[in-house]
């Protein structure tokens, strides 16, 4: 059996008093690609906030590389190997590209120099500061920063919203790389739902807070039918509902 990196044993979770994810469990192996799929409203982010630590869980226990991390704040999974990248990407708008990976820098597995390597953009910006950048370039930023973290467990919620088609090549091309060079999970929600079935082994669909689907990406691929029904993207391949 794989090392688990993350585990959800019926977690229910949300925000105040409202029930996003509903006893809800999930094992996800170490150095595992999985991507998160699914109509809007459906948790997909409250999925990578609870096993963060920005909501509040009513119920089950959330473990980080087997060990129990319900009760830990933010601050402290982070230093257990655990990175998100939200939506609104969060990066420090007043310093530079530089000053903002240094100031997460944690363990020595991504230096400056391998980050630069990844995103040779940063490196030609390293001047610049946040609120200076291009939309691609700021999300580049907050992927490069997560990395600064040395993490075991990156989570990318819709890393490619918004951006213009060679930004989105640039920074698939750099999320290949983390997957090919293994060791580190990730965990993936984008409303690309064919990119992120191509990209990622695993596809996990949520519906209300639950999920349907855990399986073979192939198997989703390989079946019009079923993903539309899902998550609404049509045989030929445009989204009809945004995942």
């Known amino acids: 059996?794989?090392?688990?990196?993350?585990?959800?044993?019926?977690?229910?979770?949300?925000?105040?008093?409202?029930?996003?994810?509903?006893?809800?469990?999930?094992?996800?192996?170490?150095?595992?690609?999985?991507?998160v799929l699914g109509r809007n409203g459906v948790g997909k982010t409250t999925l990578l906030s609870t096993l963060m630590g920005r909501t509040r869980v009513s119920q089950g226990e959330i473990s980080l590389k087997g060990e129990p991390v319900s009760r830990w704040p933010i601050w402290r999974r982070a230093r257990g190997g655990l990175a998100l990248v939200p939506q609104e990407r969060e990066i420090f708008p007043s310093l530079t590209v530089e000053q903002n990976?240094?100031?997460a820098r944690r363990g020595t597995r991504w230096p400056l120099a391998r980050v630069y390597d990844l995103f040779g953009?940063?490196?030609?910006?390293?001047?610049?500061?946040?609120?200076?950048?291009?939309?691609?370039?700021q999300q580049m930023l907050a992927v490069a920063r997560a990395l600064m973290g040395s993490p075991d467990v990156l989570m990318l919620d819709e890393p490619l919203e918004g951006l213009a088609p060679v930004i989105v090549d640039a920074l698939m091309d750099a999320m290949r790389e983390l997957r090919d060079a293994g060791g580190m999970t990730l965990l993936l929600v984008e409303q690309h739902?064919?990119?992120?079935l191509e990209f990622a082994p695993r596809a996990i669909v949520l519906v209300r807070g639950k999920i349907a689907y855990d399986?073979?990406?192939?198997?989703?691929?390989?079946?019009?039918?079923?993903?539309?029904?899902?998550?609404?993207v049509a045989s030929e391949g445009r989204s009809v509902a945004t995942a």
């Not at 953009?121 to 370039?137: M, V």
């Not at 399986?215 to 609404?232: F, N």
């Open 215 to 232: 399986g073979p990406s192939q198997g989703l691929l390989e079946d019009d039918e079923r993903l539309h029904t899902l998550i609404g």
């Open 1 to 35: 059996m794989h090392e688990a990196a993350i585990r959800l044993d019926g977690v229910s979770a949300g925000y105040g008093t409202a029930t996003v994810l509903d006893n809800m469990s999930l094992s996800i192996a170490k150095g595992e690609t999985v991507a």
């Open 101 to 103: 990976l240094t100031v």
């Open 121 to 137: 953009r940063l490196r030609e910006r390293s001047g610049n500061l946040g609120n200076r950048l291009s939309g691609g370039e």
């Open 193 to 196: 739902a064919r990119l992120a």
